[in-house]
Antibody, heavy 132, light 104 residues
Framework: QVTLRESGPALVKPTQTLTLTCTFS??????????VSWIRQPPGKALEWLAL???????YYTTSLKTRLTISKDTSKNQVVLRMTNMDPADTASYYC????????????????????????WGQGTTVTVSS | DIQMTQSPSTLSASVGDRVTITCRAS??????LAWYQQKPGKVPNLLIY???SLESGVPSRFSGSGFGTEFTLTISSLQPDDFATYYC??????FGQGTKVEIK
């Protein structure tokens, strides 16, 4: 059974750095086709994809937040860590750690990216509030 | 980033209706598109991947089609359990803004 669990602070102050840890089980992030992604959802709003790390340690970020995000993995611990700097009240949201399957790598607009098949397992999510 | 635009934003329908939701990509993405259903207070559930492949366990009344920049999710006969918000997602990760299916 595949599970993912997010951990991190529930409250951060503006300008602080948020560090979220995803601890997963039931699969290996070194297995071809396995990816872990972070997705967030502000209250009452749409899903927003943030970052992804694949089985080969390639990292991908949403363009609008790229300068603030860092994703990393510790395969031996089955953990993925997301860091987001310079937090703002607009970053208040539920943050989800997810597993995404990929069907190899595809060339897309001159860039090689994982062929994502979709999020098949979600963590329960962690709510982060940004407030002074 | 590739932008994904869903239409309509809200859809009112009755049980038994055939429902179609559209997702348009700002540039071609082949068939690298997924569809999700999200109910209030729950995490999304994967319905369709690679534009038209039904995820295991998803009822066959859900179907997807499209290639390139225009995609559709169809529910052939809307059931009470289907009133929810639906999202598309392209291969680089970006989601559409969602389509809420409400009871008419």
């Amino acid at each position: 059974q595949v599970t993912l669990r997010e951990s991190g602070p529930a409250l951060v102050k503006p300008t602080q750095t948020l560090t979220l840890t995803c601890t997963f089980s039931g699969f290996s992030l070194s297995t071809s086709g396995m990816c872990v992604s972070w997705i967030r959802q502000p209250p009452g709003k749409a899903l927003e994809w943030l970052a992804l790390i694949d089985w080969d340690d390639h990292k991908y970020y949403t363009t609008s937040l790229k300068t603030r995000l860092t994703i990393s993995k510790d395969t031996s611990k089955n953990q993925v860590v997301l860091r987001m700097t310079n937090m703002d009240p607009a970053d208040t949201a539920s943050y989800y750690c997810t597993r995404i399957r990929a069907q190899g790598m595809v060339t897309f607009g001159g860039v090689i990216v994982p062929g994502l098949l979709g999020v098949d397992v979600w963590g329960q999510g962690t709510t982060v509030t940004v407030s002074s | 980033d590739i932008q994904m635009t869903q239409s309509p934003s809200t859809l009112s329908a009755s049980v038994g209706d055939r429902v179609t939701i559209t997702c348009r990509a700002s540039q071609t993405i082949g068939n690298w598109l997924a569809w999700y259903q999200q109910k209030p207070g729950k995490v999304p559930n994967l319905l369709i991947y690679k534009a038209s492949s039904l995820e295991s366990g998803v009822p066959s009344r859900f179907s997807g089609s499209g290639f390139g920049t225009e995609f559709t999710l169809t529910i052939s006969s809307l059931q009470p359990d289907d009133f929810a918000t639906y999202y598309c997602q392209q291969l680089q990760g970006t989601f559409g803004q969602g389509t809420k299916v409400e009871i008419k």
